[in-house]
Structure formats: C-alpha cells, structure tokens
C-alpha cells in the first residue's frame, strides 16, 4: 500500500524564522516520484517540486529546500527565512511507477507565518 | 495557454438533485483525473483517465461517473447529490511517459461545492 503522512497538521511561525515540513511517505515501488505542492488561500495547487526515488540530491530553490532520503522514506521541506506570502497549506504527494500513476497526497500541513 | 479549466467554480445543490463539474485541458494530456478535498484529509482520489475511451476508479468514486470521449475533455457527473458530497473538486491532467510515469500534474483551480 502507498501512503504519505504529514504529522503536522498546523505550524505557526514569526516572519523570518527558518520551518520544517516534514514528510513520511510508504511504498514497495522501487521506482516512484516525490511532489510538493502549496495551496494558498486563494485555493489554487502551486505545483513546487518533484522528484524521483534515483535522485536523492537534496534541492535548493531561493528559500526553499528539499531533504530526500530514501533511508527514512522522508521528502521534508524547509522554508528559510519565512515570509507572510509563505502562508498557505502544503501537500507532500506520493506518485509510483506504472499503475498509471495514481497521485497519494498526504493530508497536508497548514503554514501560518505572523508578521 | 489555459492549462486545465474547470467550471462552474462555485455550485449549490440540493440533496438529489445532478449535475456535471467540467474540465477541460489543452496540453493534449493524457492523464486526467479528478480529487476531491476534504479538512484534514488532503486530496483523494474519485476517477481517472489514461487516454479517451479508458477511464477507471479511484479511492472515493461511489456516486460519481466519468467519461472521456475526447482527449481534452473529462466531466465529472454526480448522480444524485448528498450533503457528504460537499467539498471542493480539482480537475488534474498529466503527460505520461513510454514508462507510464507521469511529469507531473497541472491542477484547475477548483470547484467548491455545497449540496444542502
């Protein structure tokens, strides 16, 4: 069975502190893809990253990174220096090889960052 | 360069009553698919399509069917609504590769619906 579980349910944070998002995720494929995605409160799925169960580099994108370690079966997100328009709930989503790829979202974590 | 549409994006509905969310993408897309969300359960799956012509179900799919006659097109219709059919619906579409893994998915902005 696949599944993907975030512990965090809500996080609240000051402007400018560094967050973690974590991400648990289980599955017997050997080849599977990794997502995050954020919802703002506007409501729209801002697709941010995926990736692939080869490729355990960790990803930087301005503020934002990514750990994958296949070790723990953790795909966590960290946000640095956290910002008001970081606000919104994010989804860790699980996505394995064949079976047409059925997209498994974990129930997400919503991120409130106070000024 | 619409992406996925969706419509209508807000929808009231009386216990009983159908009516059909659509989706429509113009990337010639695949994959399309349809989640609903519900507060603390993230997004689940209703139906799926590989392809016009093959559709199948999801995790949730009791009370919805689908159908895909064209490549850019993928409605989801409700047959008889009841209140625990309340939430928001997402349309999704993604390209797959020779493999069946998929780029990535391209999300609609939503249908929130309320069925009283």
């Known amino acids: 069975a696949q599944k993907v579980t975030q512990a965090q349910t809500e996080i609240s944070v000051v402007e400018k502190e560094d967050v973690t998002l974590d991400c648990v995720y289980e599955?017997?494929?050997?080849?599977?893809?990794l997502f995050w995605y954020k919802q703002p409160p506007s409501g729209e799925l801002v697709f941010l990253i995926r990736?692939?169960?080869?490729?355990?580099q960790n990803e930087i994108s301005g503020r934002y990174s990514w750990n994958f370690q296949k070790s723990t079966s953790s795909f966590n997100f960290t946000i640095t220096a956290s910002q008001v328009v970081d606000s919104a709930v994010y989804f860790c989503?699980?996505?394995?090889?064949?079976?047409?790829?059925?997209?498994?979202f974990g129930a997400g974590t919503r991120l409130a960052v106070h000024p | 360069n619409a992406g996925v549409t969706q419509t209508p994006k807000f929808q009231v509905l009386k216990t009983g009553q159908s009516m059909t969310l659509q989706c429509a993408q113009d990337?010639?897309?695949?994959?399309m698919s349809w989640y609903r969300q519900d507060p603390g359960m993230g997004l689940r799956l209703i139906h799926y399509?590989?392809?016009?012509?093959?559709?199948d179900q999801g995790e949730v799919p009791n009370g919805y069917n689908v159908s895909r006659s064209t490549t850019e097109d993928f409605p989801l219709r409700l047959l008889s609504a009841a209140p625990s059919q309340t939430s928001v619906y997402f349309c999704?579409?993604?390209?797959?590769?020779?493999?069946?893994?998929?780029?990535?998915?391209?999300f609609g902005s939503g249908t929130r619906l309320t069925v009283v």
């Open positions: 999704a579409s993604s390209q797959l590769d020779r493999q069946g893994n998929n780029y990535g998915y391209t």
């Open positions: 990736r692939n169960s080869f490729d355990e």
């Open positions: 599955t017997r494929d050997t080849t599977y893809y």
């Open positions: 989503a699980l996505s394995a090889q064949g079976g047409y790829n059925k997209l498994i």
């Open positions: 990337m010639n897309h695949e994959y």
């Open positions: 399509s590989v392809g016009a012509g093959i559709t």
